[in-house]
């Protein structure tokens, strides 16, 4: 069972555009949801983290909407460049049991053309 | 710093070969993990430690086994390789849970 639901797969952006990727989990005892970004040939790195004591973080161009009644998060790149082409996936990880693991989302493949 | 490095980078084995793929890390993190991504999939967890000595299952634990003697060290192996752990792995390390995660660069394996 996927603990947490990326869409969409694949997006193309224009330069100066907003690229959103929307995420979605089930489990209320996650607390914590950290965004990797991951460049071709390269590991993921982290890239914004949010808890939900909060409903947004931003940074620089990058920003989490959180929606804790809806168990939806988002990710939002404000005037998209050809150098933020990359695959991002979002995560989720909670206390108790589970904590110290990472649930990923399967990925979106982000391609901001010039 | 090196940050967390992985060897080797590239791998080809046949099937039912054994190989060792070592992590190492110089942050002196208490977290380790291992983790596969194949294509559409994401990134799923095999196996993860929270210290020295001790390991414990992932999403994809089956054929693959992990030891964790040293702290700064995390060892991933395949007994008898087959060809549907052909994929690129990857090594993270985090201070404690729910800190952020450095990945190392990866290993490609094929298995044939």
């Known amino acids: 069972q996927q603990q947490v639901k990326q869409s969409p797969q694949s997006l193309i952006v224009q330069k100066g555009g907003i690229s959103i990727i929307n995420c979605a989990y089930e489990n209320t005892a996650f607390d914590y949801f950290p965004w990797y970004q991951q460049f071709p040939g390269k590991g993921p790195a982290l890239l914004i983290a949010?808890?939900?004591?909060?409903s947004e973080k931003k940074e620089g161009r990058f920003t989490i909407s959180f929606n804790k009644s809806a168990k939806q998060f988002s990710l939002h790149i404000m005037d998209s460049q050809p150098g933020d082409s990359a695959t991002y996936f979002c995560?989720?990880?909670?206390?108790?049991?589970?904590?110290?693991?990472?649930?990923f989302g399967r990925g979106t493949q982000l391609t901001v053309w010039p | 710093n090196a940050g967390v490095t992985q060897t080797p980078k590239f791998r080809v084995l046949k099937t039912g070969q054994s190989m060792t793929l070592l992590c190492a890390q110089d942050?002196?993190?208490?977290?380790m993990y291992w983790y596969r991504q194949d294509p559409g999939m994401g990134l799923r967890l095999i196996h993860y430690s929270v210290g020295e000595g001790t390991t414990a299952k992932g999403e994809v634990p089956d054929g693959y086994n992990v030891s964790r003697l040293k702290k700064q060290n995390f060892l991933l192996g395949l007994e008898s390789a087959a060809p549907s752990q052909t994929s690129v792995y990857f090594c993270?390390?985090?201070?404690?849970?729910?800190?952020?995660?450095?990945f190392g660069p990866g290993t490609r394996l094929t298995v044939t």
């Open positions: 995560a989720a990880s909670g206390r108790g049991s589970t904590l110290g693991r990472l649930y």
């Open positions: 949010i808890r939900p004591d909060v």
């Open positions: 993270a390390s985090s201070y404690r849970g729910q800190y952020e995660q450095y």
């Open positions: 942050m002196n993190h208490e977290y």
